[in-house]
């Protein structure tokens, strides 16, 4: 059976995908100052981190409209789904859901499943693989929706601020807390709830000791991790990132790793240095 999956731009997408029809990033748009970004193949991190750096006001995002999923819910394929952003983080859930109500109004007949990945960034892309794995084993669409739904009740997401200016700007951290763990180089480690909302962890003095105390919680709370993919994102931090994944191979086994920067959404969050890990 045919297939394809709308993953929303907060999901970060493999090169492969990038070229392969089956695969359709559907963009969110983020607001700077006054300036609108679309999310897509035009978006340039540096330019956007410099944007972010100079405005006193917090980067916002937001969702794509329930009229743009329902266009990449138009297609041939037998089986379509959508994966999107953590619908405590974001709308794109909601309008995700919504496209699909509106679109089986006029082709009653299709399969349509949404899955809230209670994730972002790698999360998002781990449940994209997995419903490719579980396509290329042919099974039925209510087997890869029942498998996908059991895998991400299993996922945890993890991630280390190098920055905290984005959590100061939303109200997160006041201005004296964040000059404070600046000055002692303090850096939170942040991780995902089991509805899909942040959560801070631990935190440490200095990078290094951080991602160490992440990979820490990686262990503990990822559940049968040699069998599975690890997804590493970072906001330009490619070397952090290399160190991360050793650590990572080293200490966990996992199945496979991947690497990848972060697009828009995720380099929203994250901002400049910051690093996720999925599983």
């Avoid at 330019?47 to 999923?69: G, H, I, N, Q, T």
Wanted: hydrophobic share 40%; aromatic share 6%.
């Amino acid at each position: 059976m045919s297939y394809k999956i709308a993953i929303d731009s907060c999901g970060e997408l493999l090169d492969e995908w990038k070229e392969d029809e089956r695969i359709e990033a559907v963009p969110l748009t983020l607001m700077v100052g006054g300036e609108s970004i679309i999310d897509d193949e035009t978006f340039d991190q540096k330019d956007f981190l410099k944007k972010v750096a100079e405005c006193p006001e917090c980067p916002k995002s937001a969702c794509p409209s329930p009229e743009r999923y329902m266009k990449a819910y138009e297609c041939d394929a037998d089986h379509i789904y959508a994966v999107t952003l953590s619908s405590e983080l974001s709308g794109s859930y909601n309008s995700a859901v919504l496209g699909k109500s509106l679109f089986l109004e006029d082709y009653p007949g299709k399969k349509i499943h949404v899955f809230n990945s209670k994730s972002a960034s790698g999360g998002e892309s781990l449940i994209a693989m997995k419903i490719i794995e579980c396509e290329n084993k042919n099974l039925s669409f209510e087997e890869v929706v029942s498998t996908v739904e059991e895998y991400i009740e299993e996922m945890s997401t993890f991630f280390v601020l190098e920055n905290l200016e984005t959590l100061r700007k939303n109200g997160r951290l006041s201005r004296v807390k964040a000059l404070v763990a600046s000055a002692l180089k303090i850096k939170p480690v942040m991780g995902s709830t089991p509805e899909g909302t942040i959560c801070q962890l631990d935190q440490a003095r200095g990078m290094n000791k951080a991602i160490v105390k992440m990979v820490d919680h990686v262990a503990e709370k990822g559940i049968n991790i040699p069998s599975k993919t690890v997804a590493i994102t970072h906001c330009n931090c490619q070397e952090r990132a290399k160190m991360l994944e050793e650590a990572i191979r080293t200490r966990l086994n996992p199945a496979n790793v991947v690497v990848m920067d972060t697009a828009g959404v995720s380099s929203m969050y994250a901002n400049d240095g910051g690093i996720i890990v999925a599983v």
